[in-house]
């Protein structure tokens, strides 16, 4: 990855090409932290990245809980999430699998209204699986605090792989 003082002297363009989707189509967070340029460092960076997040107000906060494709079964989706789906092997489920995603994806998104999220990395499909059938389970309160937990921490993985490219 470019050094601290390379991403300070990118234009807005270039900068947005590389953090844009660090929050899942979320273009105008990036957007609001070039125009806080200088960063001192990388956690300068990403702590301000993630504290626009923060303290978004709900009704943005659903916005970017529903720009999150649903697993397994979404036909668009960023490179990110093909990749980070990909590597959780949740583009290869057997036809029950993929049959119990989309009733748990309908399901929750009625519930709930917006995407199952979870931050995919380093877990396998019935890791996921699993934590679909419980979290289906929570109340609305319990479960909005809990994707907001995953898409932060989606957010830091994406800016973890950027950083040590």
């Known amino acids: 990855m470019k050094s601290i003082n390379n991403i300070n002297q990118l234009n807005k363009s270039d900068f947005l090409s590389i953090f844009g989707n ?8 990036s957007e ?5 340029k200088p960063f001192k460092d990388f956690n300068d960076l990403s ?3 993630l504290d626009i997040y923060e303290n978004c107000h709900k009704e943005k906060i659903l916005i970017i809980f529903n720009s ?4 397994a079964v979404a036909k668009k989706m960023t490179n ?4 980070e789906q990909a590597g959780a092997n949740l583009n290869q489920c057997s036809s029950e ?11 929750y998104k009625n519930k709930f209204g917006f995407p199952f999220i979870i931050a995919v990395k380093g877990k396998n499909k019935t890791e996921i699986l699993n934590n679909f059938r419980q979290r289906i389970l929570n109340d609305v309160e319990s479960e909005f605090k809990e ?3 995953q898409v932060k ?13």
């Open 22 to 29: 660090v929050f899942e189509k979320t273009e105008w967070i």
């Open 32 to 36: 609001k932290v070039f125009e806080l």
């Open 47 to 49: 702590s301000k990245l």
């Open 68 to 71: 999150h494709p649903e697993l």
């Open 80 to 83: 990110e999430s093909k990749l």
């Open 97 to 107: 699998e993929f049959e119990e995603f989309k009733k748990l994806n309908l399901e």
């Open 147 to 149: 994707a907001k937990k």
């Open 153 to 165: 921490k989606i957010a830091t993985f994406r800016l973890n792989e950027i950083i040590n490219q």
